[in-house]
């Protein structure tokens, strides 16, 4: 679609869609975190049982991450928005339906696992789809998809924050339950954002436009699913990001799961501890984000990638192993934090670049879903490694993984087009725009 003035400067309005979908994304992401406390907290309290609660952990997990996958080509094909809207809309049902079949005393064990894994499945079609509306209402609000991505990524890390603190805040005020409430509403006042401030002509392109370049528009829904895959095989850049961040997730899942908190009770410092030095990082990476969304369409994006992974691999693992000085210890994780924050920016402008459009939603859910394929496995790994070898080999061991996950890939020929990507995406025009004149800059 073009603008009636080609090349005129976007109006003030057109950002509203930007803003909205990330005020929607951040009440839905502060209620889900809210949830990953309150939940476990109601379980404890209702059942009293350890086990149980890590029986409803796994049943919310592993349906999110199949139905994000699942999802992409439905989104695809029913859209973005609407999507997001349903998703949301369905969580706030099922999750609503958890403290009020406790209130009435028709909650049993039973239908909390279903009620948690209907949850999870519900979840993750609706974050996929805000995911992939991120680039389009960047490019109407006229602003580099880098910063649209970073500012989403900052929401992100910030309702890490955010989440947990408001859920104990909630849990005293009005107990477990009434978090879940809270939870459930979050959900609704998302649906609602998006409904009235993203229009649906700014969500995405038109479905005519879709099929017009989609040769399995016609096709079945596993045929739609494997060309998503096929493009994933064949995109060397695509897959060594997959697999670097795969095996990061998982490490990063035994580093947060379980060597943390083992740390930390070797410290004597216990749950404050965790909570101080997971709130550093958390703040150094909400400020690395926004430093990203300033100014990080600027920089050289292999250099920046490669510093951003090395600050917040290996010296977070190295440093808890070495028993420094606790202020030594949340310097080292506030810079790893200000790292972290740069990353997601750099690799989804990157995604946005070299996925079609009408691709978008089946492969960006396909990566995402192989991307968390092994988070469920990190504490495993972390419980397992320290049992057996002491909490400080078992961090130097992840540190050192860690290092080689991320230099080993970046050091292969396709890690080279993170760059060439930017110059192929700067010499095409946005859509609405007139070409540049020419020798312009």
């Known amino acids: ?83 997001s809207i349903a998703s949301d809309v369905a969580s706030a049902l099922v999750v609503g339906a958890i403290p009020l079949l406790h209130a009435t005393g028709h909650l049993t064990f039973t239908a909390l696992l279903v009620l948690c894994a209907l949850a999870g499945t519900c979840r993750g079609p609706g974050d996929g789809a805000k995911y992939v509306m991120i680039p389009t209402v960047a490019r109407a609000a006229g602003m580099p998809v880098e910063r649209g991505i970073a500012f989403a990524d900052g929401t992100s890390r910030a309702a890490s924050v955010l989440g947990p603190l408001g859920a104990a805040a909630l849990v005293g005020l009005v107990g477990a339950a009434g978090a879940l409430t809270a939870d459930a509403a979050s959900f609704l006042v998302a649906a609602v954002v998006v409904a009235v401030g993203v229009p649906a002509a700014v969500a995405a392109i038109g479905p005519a436009e879709l099929d017009a370049d989609d040769p399995d528009a016609a096709g079945s829904y596993r045929a739609r699913l494997a060309s998503g895959a096929r493009f994933v095989r064949r995109d060397g850049l695509l897959r060594s990001i997959v697999g670097m961040v795969s095996v990061t997730n998982l490490l990063d899942a035994a580093y947060g799961g379980v060597l943390l908190a083992v740390w930390a009770t070797r410290q004597g410092g216990g749950a404050p501890l965790v909570g101080v030095v997971a709130a550093t990082m958390s703040a150094g990476a909400v400020i690395g984000a926004l430093t990203a969304a300033a100014v990080g369409h600027r920089l050289p994006r292999r250099a920046t990638f490669g510093w951003g992974f090395f600050l917040v691999g290996a010296p977070r693992f190295v440093v808890l192993a070495l028993d420094v000085p606790l202020p030594v210890v949340l310097v080292v994780l506030f810079v790893g934090g200000l790292g972290a924050g740069t990353l997601n920016p750099i690799l989804g402008a990157v995604e946005v670049e070299r996925i079609p459009e009408h691709l978008r939603a089946r492969v960006l859910s396909l990566m995402g879903s192989l991307a968390f394929a092994l988070i469920p496995f990190g504490g495993l790994v972390g419980g397992l490694l320290s049992d057996h070898l002491g909490v400080r080999t078992a961090l130097l061991v992840c540190g050192a993984v860690y290092l080689v996950a991320t230099t080993l890939p970046a050091l292969r020929p396709e890690w080279r087009e993170l760059d060439a990507g930017r110059r192929r995406a700067a010499e095409v025009p946005a859509p609405g725009s007139a070409p540049a004149p020419a020798g312009a800059r």
Do not use: H, I, Q
Request: proline fraction near 7%; charge should be positive; hydrophobic fraction near 50%.
């Open 1 to 83: 679609m073009t603008s009636p003035v080609a090349g005129a400067v976007a109006a003030p309005a057109s950002r509203r869609p930007a803003v909205a979908l990330l005020g929607a994304y951040a009440v839905s992401l502060v209620g889900s975190r809210l949830s990953m406390v309150a939940l476990p907290l109601f379980v404890l309290l209702t059942t009293g049982s350890a086990t149980r609660t890590g029986l409803v952990a796994m049943a919310e997990t592993a349906p999110y991450a199949l139905s994000t996958a699942l999802a992409g080509p439905v989104t695809d094909r029913v859209g973005t928005r609407r999507v």
